[in-house]
């Protein structure tokens, strides 16, 4: 079979691949999706009837746009379950209900609809729910637990770690574990190093008796590690999941290659292959405040976006959806929309990564969901969390300093090789230009703190970056505000 | 009945305007100049809304009135020769930026509303979109159609107007940010639109040039950011005195309401030739072409007027008229003229004293402008000022033409001349 001209080489092989599990490295901008659709596509007609692909997103979005992808490629989509663990989960439950322990009116728990327990507390508990099998018996927040387990109990809910763990146990029936796996003959996880051990151990029980994993993922992109994710999971594949074949995506199409160089050098010299030969810019700036940075910002956008009025015009290339804003903190964002706000610029800010795991259940999707009535443009300013598995034309990513990335603050710390792969992550999302702004003076929680700038900055060799003094093109004045003065 | 309209004007709550773009001071400038129905601007903008439910109050159906109270102290400021009857339309301009056909559109549209209820609605829609409170005319991320969609959506009677629909940066027509026909920008919609102002840098007989306009009447407001400049270009309507008659001049082809358009001369608007300003390369269309776009200092394509572009889209010769043309007349504002007469600065305050005379003397703006006889102005404003007047009536003006935002300049006077016709006329 000829290679199709929109797959390269690798790409082509791995989606040919057959015969074992296969784990795909897949760096930013490699086009994961574009193969891992690609492959799907180049299996399913090869199902026999009553067989299916099983295919789990990182969340309901990524879902989506993986089922709008694979419709186009033509692909029937009576032969697939796309959606995240969450939902695959959900569905197990109730398809399976009888064989459950739960009880007939369960209902999902919302996060904001749980009361009477600390957000600490209830972080613990969840990491505790994602990262343990069985929970150990010195666990020190096992008191809690129990507590917490019993008032879910009482309302008949079931928290979204717990949709996980009672699949788990569901899936310890082998009847089930069988016919299951009879269905689901091919099964593929995207974002792989975000995976945590209770994920695994469900994809342990379902990749089995010629069942086949495709798992792709980067493990340079591990980010949630907070949140129970294990990234030697993703090194330890070929253990779990044997025999397996272990191939690599190289070639991006995403970024300018001083960009991919940049990124690369903070990564401690990775190299991917630029296959774009766009002009990219990378901006250093330090401003004296925060203020004055998300100034700097604000005044960027003005100018990247070519002006509002008749006497700031100027060519532009790109619109308000071309640029993305990102930080380490959700407490950032205040003084960035002050400054957008204050020049009119519209923008929006992302919803909390937590949302964004919305499993696809039609009870509870419609309350949560926005409704887009009308095609608006704005300016998108999310946390680097959020920014994952997202690309931008311009990417600035505000408070480029040593306590915010990586984070080291007061009760806040982040574990520091998952820091480094953050700010990664926020890197690789601009395409054609990377803003790199901090401030000296920051207020943050009530404190004024003096900031240096951010020990990742002096990774980036010297004549990749541009420094841009913190004197920005003021909008000069209408020259009829001058005339105005006329009478 | 007949009136004047100016229809696309700015509070100060828009940027770059001046303090006073209050009611008051449109209210009083519209009578300075002889205008009947102005439009707000800006109604959507949450402070300014509320200012315009307080200190207005119904009049016809659909116009409102500046309430007794806030009129009265205005009313002994204004010469009795020009007090007249003045309304208000709600009327807001968006500022559309967003990305079609991979290509940055910036298109600027007005809003027409009927009511407060109607303006409210849409209000409460942008209000969701995006930020209406920044700019009292709005940036918006939304594309024109969608914007186009929701002011449909919000009340079947509110108006969609493209606004100065040739400006470069700024327009559906325009070179940098615009598409090549109203049915790429407004799709199935389109024929939702009846109205579109031309903008100060084009005339009537360019857009003529263009038969996808021949569906659209054609509409001429000042774009003010200050009360003063009210009435640059206007519209007189001979109908209803009230919105329903203004919106059917507009939306009903065989309706005669609209009877003529007042029009800056093209060559004095900020983008009648190409060219850049900071390079001081002013080139006509033909020059241009020659070099290839490209400008001859810097070695960056020009931006492309108002001119040029329509010779681009045109498609129809020079001198033939489109299926809804209306007749009209070039004027250049008074001050001007009176600036020019004098041969002074047109910001100074001789210009403000002497128009303040002239006005009380004879009347509003536009009625020396159009309609004065000429031997009345030289008996009141001397004979220069009188000539001025007379050639601006007959078309005979020189004007270096604007080009990139640079506004045209207008002789009327060559060296020595304007001594020559006081010493000719002393003769008489």
Redesign the interface.
């Known amino acids: 079979m000829q290679r199709p001209t929109n797959l390269n080489e690798s790409q082509w092989q791995a989606v040919r691949h057959t015969g074992s599990h296969v784990l795909i490295t897949a760096g930013p901008g490699t086009g994961k999706t574009h193969t891992l659709t690609h492959r799907m596509a180049h299996i399913i007609p090869a199902l026999k009837s009553g067989e299916k692909v099983l295919a789990i997103t990182f969340t309901n979005k990524a879902a989506g746009q993986m089922k709008d992808r694979l419709t186009a490629l033509g692909v029937n989509s009576a032969q697939l379950f796309v959606g995240t663990f969450h939902s695959f989960c959900l569905k197990l439950l109730r398809d399976y209900f009888e064989h459950t322990a739960l009880p007939k009116d369960f209902k999902v728990a919302w996060p904001q609809d749980i009361t009477g327990f600390d957000k600490e507390t209830l972080e613990r508990i969840s990491r505790m729910k994602s990262s343990q099998l069985a929970i150990d018996p010195n666990e020190a927040y096992k008191e809690a637990y129990k507590a917490y387990q019993s008032y879910l109990r009482q309302k008949s809910w079931i928290d979204f770690d717990d949709i996980l763990r009672e699949a788990l146990l569901l899936l310890e029936d082998e009847n089930i574990a069988g016919q299951l796996r009879r269905q689901y003959r091919y099964i593929f996880i995207d974002e792989y190093q975000d995976s945590n051990i209770i994920q695994n151990a469900l994809l342990k029980i379902l990749a089995r008796d010629g069942v086949l994993l495709t798992a792709i993922g980067d493990a340079n992109q591990s980010i949630y590690g907070f949140r129970g994710s294990r990234v030697e999971l993703f090194r330890r594949f070929q253990e779990d999941f044997s025999p397996a074949q272990v191939l690599t995506l190289q070639e991006n199409y995403r970024s300018a290659p001083s960009l991919l160089a940049a990124s690369g050098q903070v990564m401690g010299g990775l190299e991917l292959l630029a296959k774009l030969d766009t002009e990219g810019k990378l901006v250093i700036h330090a401003a004296a405040t925060d203020r004055a940075e998300a100034e700097y910002v604000a005044h960027q956008i003005e100018k990247l976006?070519?002006?509002?009025?008749?006497?700031s015009?100027r060519?532009?290339?790109?619109?308000?959806?071309?640029i993305a804003v990102l930080y380490r903190l959700n407490a950032q964002s205040h003084v960035l929309s002050k400054a957008l706000?204050?020049?009119?610029?519209?923008y929006q800010i992302s919803q909390k990564v937590r949302k964004a795991l919305v499993y696809a259940d039609e009870n509870v999707l419609g309350q949560n969901e926005e409704q887009v009535e009308?095609?608006?443009?704005?300016v998108s300013l999310m946390s680097l969390h959020a920014a994952k598995g997202l690309e931008f034309p311009i990417v600035f990513i505000g408070g480029c300093e040593d306590n915010l990335l990586p984070l080291d603050l007061t009760g806040m710390k982040g574990e520091e090789q998952e820091e480094r792969r953050l700010f990664y992550v926020g890197m690789t999302r601009a395409k054609e230009q990377l803003y790199l702004t901090s401030a000296r003076r920051r207020q943050l929680f009530g404190r004024t703190l003096i900031q240096n700038p951010s020990v990742y900055l002096a990774d980036i060799a010297e004549e990749l970056k541009a420094y841009e003094s913190s004197k920005h093109n003021a909008p000069k004045?209408?020259?009829?505000?001058a005339?105005?003065?006329?009478? | 009945m007949k009136f004047i309209a100016d229809l696309h004007v700015h509070s100060k709550y828009s940027?770059?305007?001046?303090k006073n773009s209050d009611l008051e001071n449109l209210y009083l400038w519209a009578q300075y100049k002889g205008i009947h129905v102005v439009g707000t601007g800006d109604c959507v903008h949450p402070q300014w809304f509320k200012e315009l439910q307080e200190k207005l109050e119904p009049a016809e159906e659909g116009l409102f009135k500046l309430k007794e109270k806030y009129a009265k102290p205005i009313n002994v400021q204004i010469p009795k020769s020009c007090r007249g009857d003045v309304r208000f339309m709600l009327s807001v301009e968006i500022?559309n930026?967003?990305?079609r056909h991979d290509k940055?559109?910036?298109v600027h549209n007005l809003i027409f509303s009927p009511s407060f209820e109607a303006a409210r609605k849409i209000q409460k829609k942008l209000g969701d979109?995006?930020?209406i409170a920044?700019?009292g005319r709005?940036?918006?991320?939304?594309?024109s159609?969608?914007l186009l969609?929701?002011t449909l959506e919000a009340d079947a009677k509110n108006l969609f107007v493209p606004a100065h629909i040739w400006?470069p940066?700024?327009s559906a027509f325009g070179s940098?940010?615009g598409f090549d026909s109203m049915t790429d920008a407004f799709g199935d919609l389109t024929g939702h639109i009846f109205a579109v102002e031309t903008g100060l840098s084009s005339d009537p007989p360019m857009n003529w040039r263009l038969k996808e306009l021949d569906d659209f009447i054609l509409i001429s407001n000042s774009d003010a950011?200050?009360p003063?400049?009210l009435g640059r270009e206007a519209n007189i309507f001979d109908t209803d005195f009230s919105y329903d008659g203004i919106y059917q001049a507009l939306s009903d082809k065989k309706d005669k309401g609209l009877v003529s358009t007042l029009e800056f001369f093209p060559e004095e608007g900020?983008y009648h030739f190409d060219g850049h300003r900071v390079c001081q390369v002013r080139w006509n269309p033909k020059e241009t072409i020659q070099h290839k776009g490209v400008c001859s200092v810097c070695g960056k394509?020009v931006t492309v007027g108002v001119m040029s572009r329509v010779e681009i889209l045109a498609d129809r010769p020079e001198g033939e008229k489109s299926k809804r043309w209306r007749p009209f007349k070039n004027i250049v504002p008074l001050?001007e003229l009176i600036a020019e007469a004098k041969d002074v600065g047109?910001?100074g305050k001789a210009?403000?004293e002497a128009?303040m005379n002239i006005l009380a003397q004879l009347g509003n703006e536009f009625t020396i402008l159009l309609e004065c006889p000429v031997e009345d102005i030289r008996r009141v404003a001397g004979d220069v000022l009188a000539e001025g007047i007379n050639r601006m009536r007959q078309g005979k003006v020189e004007i270096a033409a604007g080009y990139d935002?640079e506004?045209g300049t207008i002789k009327i006077f060559k060296p020595g001349e304007r001594r020559r016709i006081d010493k000719q006329m002393a003769l008489f």
């Open positions: 976006i070519g002006g509002f009025d008749m006497t015009c060519r532009a290339r790109h619109s308000l959806g071309d706000e204050y020049l009119g610029i519209p009308y095609n608006v443009e704005k004045k209408d020259p009829d505000a005339q105005m003065k006329l009478f | 940027r770059a305007t001046a500022s930026i967003y990305k940055v559109r910036k979109i995006g930020n920044s700019d709005p940036i918006l991320g939304l594309d159609y969608d969609r929701l400006t940066w700024f940098m940010g950011h200050s003063a400049k900020k394509p001050p047109a910001a210009v403000q128009y935002g506004f």
